[in-house]
């Protein structure tokens, strides 16, 4: 992507690779929102997130995971052996909001699971507008890059895990 800026989030566990006219506000460290040249409406919302699941072994699972479970006849995309990516649209007589899931696999157990969502009202000039920024969120999806190694939020992910999941035995001692 020519034209382009890196933006690096969770301390470099994620780069995202957008056009330079796009803006960058960080509302937590967990989520960001991406502002286009046509001004601050609409945003593209980012929610990250990174957790431990030794569940989650198969693409079968990788699916269950992305579809909350609903059937449904939307194909996963492989992006790359470790990444995978579903959208949705969701489109009524008022508003269109497209919403899109990656989920990183950082074997063994780590994930790093993204959720991206754009909202806006259904109507001509709004539609126009998303129109032509879809092709570059598309881009930028498709060219995030996720670090190779353990991070400090895989850790912390497991370390969650690990405290969700501890059992306290009850001894008595007199």
Known sequence: MSNSKKVFVL??????????????????????????????YPKLGVSLECFDNP??????EIFKYLTDGIKTNKKIKKISSDVFTINYEINTSDDNLILWKVLNIAKPRNFRFLRLSLGWPNNENANHLVKGVLNDITNVIENIKFSVTK??????????????NNRLENKILF
């Open 151 to 164: 991070t400090i939020f895989d850790d912390l992910a497991s370390l969650d895990y690990k405290l969700k």
């Open 11 to 40: 301390k470099n566990t994620i780069v995202f690779t957008v056009p330079v006219s796009w803006k960058v506000g960080r509302k937590s460290e967990y989520l960001i929102e991406f502002t286009f040249p046509t001004g601050s």
């Open 55 to 60: 569940k989650i072994t198969s693409e079968k």
